[in-house]
């Protein structure tokens, strides 16, 4: 394994080891998309009564847009030089030609949003424990995504679409805002990531996450570290380059452009691209460095790690994937659960639809408000769940909750531990956690719509 640091030494390695060593299944967010954003979309009766539309592939909405996705992308890559901070500008070979060959429009367009070509871009559906399937053509995890390992996904039912089949809007959004994760769209774009794309498609070397596991590479956009102590930054200048911001806004604007040219498919696909990463700032462990660990502390693991004194840094390590992993297990399971048995008051789902009054979207919120108010929560969550997780699966670094069988059975493990007070003191923190999603996920569908119509 081969780390190249070639400054900042104490704190550079320190972070670049524990971001480095995040597990895969610590990128994911929220575990299984849908669960969070069904709720969040279906309670906005504009999303919930939107009329059935043509499900489309994506080969047809570009070759039939072409000329005007040409001016879109050319005018959005100068608002992103000018607005988003580290954006690296796209390589001019890969700017969005009209006049290229049709059968190339697909790759063409993936390159110049800059995600993976080998993402399959089927038209599928899938859906939420105990939701009506249609009697569709059922398919597996490995049918639609080109990733090896797909177990988060072992007992999601997915079905097949056809051109022209109509579908309920709301469903394509609940679908879509897991694609980003199950289809893969940033995993290798990194120089460093032994890809093709990753050569050409500007953004460098990969600043943190594991290079070397599938899923590492996407770590630099699901995650946001804006509102870390100055000195992380002066010593650590890599946790600036992170791309979140890039995708919602990019997404924001290609909805309302599909839903502007008759192409209403591809403008709630869209959508739910841009809300899986909105979603992702809501997690404090996606908005924090190392929640539960101090900058002071950070730096004195660190500096007896290069005196030889390693086990204090590996646990650290440990402890805090093991604590992201919980948590999102935790919700995972409560929701996945809730749907099954239908439970329409279970307390997560009352506040992914909340009705509390949306504010007006702006594209500072993601950084500004969204990683915020996930980063100010971080530790309280991290000291809720040491407290009120089972010890082995938040305070023992030699146990590796993410493998484990174990994490199945977190809310029974958590009651016979801790007692139904704990269960309650998770939920009330996952509530918590949830409810910004609603309000600002909201806030983002109907900035979409609203830009859709203005433009007509």
Not at 242 to 271: C, D, N, V
Not at 282 to 302: K, M
């Amino acid at each position: 394994m081969k780390i190249n640091l070639r400054k900042n030494k104490w704190i550079t390695s320190l972070l670049f080891i524990i971001l480095f060593s995040i597990s895969a299944t610590n990128l994911l967010a929220w575990n299984e998309h849908p669960l969070v954003t069904y709720p969040v979309a279906a309670s906005l009766r504009e999303v919930r009564n939107a009329k059935p539309v043509k499900a489309e592939s994506l080969d047809m909405f570009v070759n039939s847009e072409a000329k005007k996705l040409a001016i879109f992308f050319a005018r959005e890559e100068e608002w992103a030089k000018k607005n988003l901070q580290w954006y690296p500008p796209l390589p001019a070979a890969l700017t969005f030609r009209a006049n290229s060959d049709p059968n190339s429009a697909v790759s063409r367009f993936c390159r110049a949003i800059r995600i993976n070509p080998r993402s399959k871009l089927p038209l599928y559906l899938q859906f939420v424990p105990g939701q009506d399937d249609g009697r569709r053509t059922k398919l597996s995890a490995k049918n639609i995504s080109f990733l090896q390992d797909t177990s988060d996904w072992d007992k999601t039912v997915f079905v097949s679409l056809k051109n022209d089949e109509l579908v309920r809007p709301l469903d394509v959004l609940v679908t879509a805002s897991d694609d980003p994760d199950l289809l893969g769209l940033d995993i290798g774009l990194f120089t460093d990531n032994k890809t093709d794309i990753g050569k050409i498609y500007g953004f460098g070397e990969q600043p943190f996450g594991n290079p070397n596991l599938e899923y590492g590479s996407q770590a630099p956009f699901h995650m946001g570290f804006y509102h870390e102590a100055s000195i992380m930054y002066t010593l650590a200048g890599f946790l600036k380059k992170t791309y979140p911001e890039y995708r919602i806004y990019l997404f924001r604007k290609l909805s309302a452009f599909a839903f502007q040219t008759g192409h209403p498919y591809w403008g709630w696909r869209f959508m739910g691209w841009g809300l899986h990463y909105l979603a992702d700032l809501t997690q404090p462990y996606h908005a924090t460095v190392l929640p539960g660990v101090g900058t002071g502390y950070a730096l004195w693991i660190n500096t007896i790690d290069m005196i030889g004194i390693s086990s204090p840094k590996a646990n650290a390590i440990q402890l805090v994937s093991n604590r992201h992993t919980a948590i999102e297990k935790f919700v995972q399971v409560v929701l996945q659960r809730a749907y099954t048995a239908k439970e329409t008051n279970n307390p997560l789902l009352r506040a992914l639809q909340s009705d509390e009054k949306a504010p007006v979207y702006a594209d500072t919120m993601p950084r500004k408000v969204i990683a915020k108010l996930a980063h100010d929560k971080a530790e309280e969550a991290d000291d809720v769940l040491e407290k009120n997780m089972p010890v082995k699966f938040v305070g023992d670094p030699q146990f590796e909750i993410g493998t484990s069988p174990e994490r199945e059975q977190i809310v029974e493990k958590i009651r016979t531990e801790k007692g139904e007070k704990a269960v309650d003191n998770l939920v009330n923190l996952s509530k918590d956690l949830l409810k910004p999603l609603a309000m600002y996920g909201h806030s983002y569908i109907r900035a979409i719509l609203q830009d859709a119509k203005e433009l007509k």
